[in-house]
């Protein structure tokens, strides 16, 4: 398990934002850093949605009270993630970009390939619940990368980025670090076979190299102000260079840190940091006050 004192309590925020005053190209001057960032959008509410599914059937097999309580923070904080970026989407139809197209392939992806099979109670139907519980992991080890690199994107501000748009990132990164081991303790707890994380990280990380640059691709093709839109490799490792996406050698480098065998996800990013941008996101504020 991870160590007592970064362990937080789950809670998920009802957050709400409002999209009237962001623009399509929410990063001043670079259409192609917004549209990369935009693809969350489009990837995160079909595939947190089927976490929250595939982890439903989990709950059962879970052992350990306190991993259980986790799982159900994990589970409440997932499914307000999927509706967050689910209400950027008619914001960005309304700016002339439809997502439906793309979205409508990734809803596929998550509903079908990744969804629930007729299979026999018993070994077979174990078999495929263990796959999605261990791929669950390794996107989490992304998302929990990502979320680091957001909350200390500090480019980002310098270049003006628009606040609301910052904000849905990183109250959004800032619980992905809070809740980053999670997905790798359940993994560890119900299954945990090394052969099978090495395979479902393959796997989860081609899949999302493919499904991102494709969504880049979409975005920056059908952005109604751009006349010739492309998406390339080398505009992406340049804007990494920048500091206003990923650095492309950050995310190899992350690579053999989750193949380790002594891999814990306590050793990315910061559960203080997490929480100290909690405490000052204007809509996790507002959402702390609804609530109350």
Not at 45 to 62: D, K, M
Not at 107 to 125: I, N, Q, S, V, Y
Not at 136 to 155: D, K, R, S
Request: aromatic share 12%.
């Amino acid at each position: 398990m991870s160590n007592t004192q970064d362990r937080v309590h789950l809670q998920a925020r009802k957050v709400s934002f409002s999209w009237d005053d962001t623009p399509l190209h929410w990063v001043p001057g670079d259409p192609f850093a917004a549209h990369t960032i935009n693809v969350l959008h489009l990837l995160l509410p079909a595939g947190e949605r089927w976490f929250v599914h595939v982890y439903r059937q989990v709950l059962p097999l879970i052992r350990d009270e306190r991993l259980r309580e986790d799982v159900i923070g994990f589970i409440g904080q997932e499914a307000m993630h999927s509706q967050a970026h689910d209400e950027v989407l008619p914001h960005l139809k309304e700016l002339g970009l439809d997502p439906t197209p793309y979205t409508a392939q990734i809803d596929w992806f998550f509903e079908k390939l990744l969804g629930d099979r007729t299979l026999p109670p018993g070994r077979a139907r174990r078999w495929w619940l263990m796959e999605r519980v261990a791929t669950i992991a390794a996107i989490e080890h992304y998302t929990a990368f990502l979320g680091n690199w957001v909350l200390n994107a500090e480019e980002l501000d310098r270049r003006g980025a628009d606040p609301t748009m910052l904000d849905l990132l990183r109250w959004h990164g800032a619980e992905e670090v809070e809740h980053r081991s999670v997905a790798f303790e359940l993994f560890m707890h119900v299954d945990g076979g090394y052969r099978r994380r090495v395979r479902t990280w393959a796997l989860a990380f081609a899949t999302l190299v493919f499904l991102w640059q494709r969504g880049a691709r979409f975005f920056m093709e059908n952005d109604p102000t751009l006349v010739d839109g492309r998406a390339s490799f080398k505009d992406f490792y340049v804007r990494g260079r920048r500091g206003v996406l990923p650095g492309t050698g950050d995310m190899l480098r992350s690579i053999p840190r989750y193949l380790s065998r002594s891999y814990h996800p306590s050793q990315e990013g910061c559960t203080e940091q997490a929480v100290a941008y909690l405490a000052q996101s204007p809509a996790a504020l507002a959402a702390e006050k609804g609530a109350a």
